[in-house]
């Protein structure tokens, strides 16, 4: 019912930046927090990033200083900002959208990930 694309994945040198994009589509009444994980090969998928409906953000250790998490609520969107890059920010990224349908029920959606790739 509630579907979860992301874009602006791609190769960077180490140094550089790259702005992911998220949108959320479908029977969605409202949307609570969205956020960006990552997940490396033989890793854990692990928090980047959330934003509440408030605005509210939280970030990684690993990444604060560095991303900035932002949404448009108006558009159902939710952005990452990724600066300063570093070949351990390899990985492929993942958008959670968490929220509720018609009738309120709550969902739980992902997107199909995108491959974010620093080179050294």
């Known amino acids: 019912q509630v579907q979860v694309v992301e874009s602006g994945g791609g190769l960077v040198q180490a140094g550089g930046s790259l702005k992911l994009s998220c949108v959320a589509s479908?029977?969605?009444?409202?949307?609570?927090?969205m956020g960006w994980y990552r997940q490396a090969p033989g890793k854990e998928r692990d928090v980047v990033a959330d934003?509440?409906?408030?605005?509210?953000?939280n970030y990684a250790d690993s990444v604060k200083g560095r991303f900035t998490i932002s949404r448009d609520s108006a558009k159902n969107m939710v952005y990452l900002q990724m600066n300063s890059l570093k070949p351990e920010d390899t990985a492929v990224y993942y958008c959670?959208?968490?929220?509720?349908?018609?009738?309120?029920?709550?969902?739980?959606?992902w997107g199909q990930g995108t491959q974010v790739t620093v080179s050294t």
């Open positions: 959670n959208v968490r929220g509720s349908v018609a009738w309120r029920r709550p969902f739980n959606s």
């Open positions: 479908g029977s969605i009444f409202s949307i609570n927090s």
């Open positions: 934003i509440s409906s408030d605005g509210a953000a």
